[in-house]
């Protein structure tokens, strides 16, 4: 079984459309990241979490919010979509004053917005 | 603030030939280095890292890289690459002794290996 798992792997909605990508994780890691994927961007961070009461924001978080539900969960949220968030989001977990920071990742959600 | 620049953004191989994949790093304190690969349609894996030590690292599937201080690089090599290399790149940086906050990643270098 996947240590870093996301729902949907896929999704097409329409402009203005509110959106929720999940993530689980059952590595028992702290901290919980989502990135997003762009073609010749790379991975930019979007919201990160050091633990259930602790929500930061990254370096693309407008038009972004985040819940963590409990230390496995990470839950993006895109209130109104639109069409320039198409992209590949990605969730990923690592443990806090260990492995450096060491990233593990989630298989993606592809999402498209018309 | 830190910032992670990948040399090549396409790199086209034929088989057995050598790979270099540059980085370079921003950031003047103590670092950790991460190179990332994503297969096609799969998500990020870890392919080496460095955090201590011998500045050489070896990782997976026959790739090293080497962290040269002086130059805030940590290039990325193969001596004989296979079709199945064939994958996106990524340098990742993680400032911080023990983690830091926050990784930066690189653009990413595709890679594409001719049979």
């Known amino acids: 079984d996947a240590d870093v798992t996301q729902t949907p792997r896929n999704r097409i909605t329409k402009t203005g459309k509110r959106i929720m990508l999940e993530c689980s994780q059952t590595?028992?890691?702290?901290?919980m990241y989502w990135y997003r994927q762009d073609p010749g961007l790379g991975l930019r961070l979007i919201y990160y979490?050091?633990?259930?009461?602790?929500?930061n924001k990254g370096e693309i978080s407008d038009g972004y919010s985040v819940s963590r539900q409990a230390q496995a969960k990470f839950s993006l949220s895109l209130e109104s979509a639109i069409p320039n968030q198409t992209a590949l989001y990605f969730c990923?977990?690592?443990?806090?004053?260990?492995?450096?920071?060491?990233?593990?990742f989630g298989p993606g959600t592809r999402l498209t917005v018309l | 603030a830190q910032s992670v620049s990948q040399h090549n953004h396409h790199v086209i191989l034929s088989e057995a030939a050598s790979l270099e994949l540059g980085c370079n790093y921003s950031y003047g304190g103590t670092v950790n280095l991460f190179w990332y690969v994503q297969y096609p349609g799969q998500h990020l894996q870890l392919l080496l890292k460095?955090?201590?030590?011998?500045?050489l690292v070896k990782g997976i599937k026959g790739f090293e890289a080497e962290f040269i201080k002086s130059k805030f690089s940590f290039n990325l090599r193969k001596p004989s690459v296979q079709w199945s290399d064939t994958a996106e790149y990524f340098c990742a940086v993680n400032a911080g002794g023990t983690g830091g906050f926050k990784t930066i990643f690189g653009a990413g270098t595709r890679l594409f290996v001719k049979a």
């Open positions: 990923a977990t690592s443990r806090s004053l260990a492995d450096y920071n060491e990233q593990f």
């Open positions: 979490s050091f633990d259930v009461k602790d929500i």
């Open positions: 460095y955090f201590s030590g011998d500045p």
């Open positions: 590595k028992g890691h702290d901290r």
